[in-house]
């Protein structure tokens, strides 16, 4: 079962939104766009200049969430940028996503806590829940898991919670 | 036998004038939460936030959960806000299955979250009155939310953890006398506030002990990414229920209050004015809501499209939101939540960096800051 396309149309924003990407040319793909939100896949060596593009031109000054995905099937992990904007006119209501997919044997991503300062504890977050590497960040250490935690980032596919069965 | 005990939980000295002292992690305000400041003299010079304490991997219980089954768990998050928690992942799980709600199951949201915003600011506020020595600052809302928690369980049926908002709708309709008995609490409630601004906010010791204390500048707290009563007092007017309006807030009277001074009594401020918006929105709710159903038809192994939703509602203590991406099944593939209070934390080493060490409990608690909800 697959999304059924819906026809909706976009308002404003969202079409300046999507009209000021096409300026990125191949480096920025749009993966989806609906009222609201919006989705864009860019690849590790542009992410540092699309983050500058989505704060400066598209008046994008917070980051709200990062995601991290681990994708087994296809050896990769899809980090998610989200970021929201406060200074942007009308821009309030529209969460613009930014994915990056790396490889999952040597996970490595330029830290945005340059451009965005607010990315620091959701990168690191996302350090130690899939062992994604942000380069560039001051201080990777140990956040919410315990000190002398010692088995692979928990959200990878490949750890499985105690006590629960390969099945479940 | 002696226990083994870290280097870095003792107070230790750094440098001949400076002095390293562990805060926490028994409760330094309401649930477990460590950070260590160094201080010279009674100056704060650095401050590190050590959370994680409450860290229970809900985001990994999600996968082996149904969207129905995940409501108990997630809600344990965040026990003051059980409500606010779980609307989102409800939302973004409908916005997967594709279905649409009944307006009246809306309304029940609306009412059952506002009421919890009630309930989590006055937990904060008997917390903030004892931070600050004045004892009937803590026990006047401790007990007036009794009978916040008292309304909520008329219409959820538990006292704090309802599973109300599910996937689908609500579970269940509110009773017929919840009218009734909300408007003669608001009716108290509305006094009660008057009181609480004569013995606690104009206070001539909470003025002292909060003005121009902890100050973020509006430009900072954007850029750090802060949500929710820590943005608002630092004059920004953001708030998802009139940036993003879900529901039927579109349609609600009521204002957003904002503070230019970005300061711990701006923080606290927010919080007051908060409570009586809330009942005001309950009201409303109360005169508009239409009769009807309130839960859509859906299977307890509901499927779902391949794809992703990022739902949002406003919390108790500011934006909080879901991110589910779904491979189609009955269970979700990844759910990752986006918290307010972990969103805050960022605010807290900024904050004490350069104030007096009497300062820190009363900044440290304005920031509204649930380990359990930060750690999930």
Same mark, same amino acid.
């Given at each position: 079962m697959s999304a059924a396309p819906v026809k909706v149309e976009l308002p404003a924003e969202e079409k300046a939104i999507l009209d000021s990407l096409t300026k990125l040319g191949d480096k920025a793909k749009v993966v989806f766009s609906k009222p609201n939100r919006i989705k864009i896949s860019v690849f590790a060596d542009n992410l540092v200049e699309v983050a500058k593009f989505v704060r400066d031109e598209l008046r994008f000054d917070q980051c709200a969430n990062v995601t991290g995905t681990d994708f087994p099937k296809e050896k990769q992990l899809e980090i998610t940028f989200h970021f929201n904007s406060i200074d942007g006119a009308g821009l309030r209501r529209i969460i613009v996503a930014v994915a990056c997919r790396v490889p999952s044997s040597a996970p490595e991503l330029p830290s945005l806590i340059e451009i965005f300062p607010s990315v620091n504890y959701h990168e690191r977050e996302t350090t130690e829940m899939l062992g994604c590497i942000f380069k560039g960040h001051p201080n990777l250490s140990?956040? @919410? @898991? %315990?000190?002398?935690?010692?088995?692979? %980032?928990?959200?990878?596919?490949a750890y499985r919670l105690p006590g629960r069965l390969e099945s479940e | 036998m002696s226990l083994p005990v870290g280097s870095g939980m003792l107070t230790q000295a750094v440098a001949d004038d400076k002095l390293t002292v562990s805060i926490g992690p028994q409760h330094p305000g309401a649930g477990h939460f460590r950070f260590t400041i160094t201080v010279e003299g009674d100056e704060i010079v650095d401050a590190v936030p050590d959370p994680g304490?409450?860290?229970?991997g809900a985001e990994k219980q999600t996968e082996y959960r149904t969207y129905l089954q995940s409501i108990p768990m997630l809600e344990r998050s965040s026990l003051t806000d059980v409500t606010n928690i779980i609307m989102p992942f409800s939302m973004a799980a409908e916005e997967l299955m594709g279905i649409e709600i009944p307006p009246r199951a809306k309304y029940l949201r609306m009412i059952m979250g506002e009421n919890q915003r009630i309930i989590s600011h006055l937990y904060w506020m008997g917390i903030q009155g004892i931070f600050l020595g004045h004892s009937t600052a803590f026990m006047w809302p401790l007990g007036d939310r009794d009978i916040f928690v008292d309304l909520g369980q008329m219409i959820g049926?538990?006292?704090?953890?309802?599973?109300?908002?599910i996937p689908g709708g609500v579970r269940n309709d509110m009773p017929d006398d919840f009218k009734d008995r909300a408007i003669k609490v608001f009716n108290y409630f509305e006094k009660r506030l008057v009181d609480y601004e004569r013995i606690f906010f104009q206070n001539p010791l909470f003025l002292k002990r909060t003005q121009g204390v902890g100050v973020l500048p509006r430009n900072e707290a954007i850029s750090l990414g802060v949500v929710g009563q820590v943005l608002r007092a630092s004059s920004v007017k953001s708030d998802v229920r009139i940036d993003e309006p879900y529901n039927f807030y579109k349609d609600m009277d009521f204002e957003v209050p904002t503070y230019e001074t970005g300061d711990t009594w701006a923080r606290c401020m927010v919080h007051l004015v908060e409570m009586r918006q809330s009942m005001r929105i309950i009201r409303q709710c109360l005169d508009k809501m239409p009769q009807g159903p309130v839960r859509a038809k859906l299977s307890p192994q509901q499927r779902t499209v391949v794809g992703e939703a990022y739902s949002r509602v406003e919390g108790a203590r500011g934006a909080m939101s879901f991110h589910i991406i779904s491979d189609g099944s009955t269970k979700p593939y990844r759910v990752k939540i986006s918290v307010p209070s972990f969103r805050n934390l960022i605010a807290l080493p900024r904050l004490l960096i350069g104030s007096h060490v009497a300062d820190m409990p009363a900044i440290y608690w304005s920031l509204d800051y649930w380990p359990v909800e930060a750690d999930r």
């Open positions: 140990r956040f @919410l @898991l %315990p000190e002398d935690w010692n088995d692979i %980032p928990p959200m990878l596919k | 304490y409450v860290h229970r049926g538990a006292r704090i953890t309802y599973s109300y908002a």
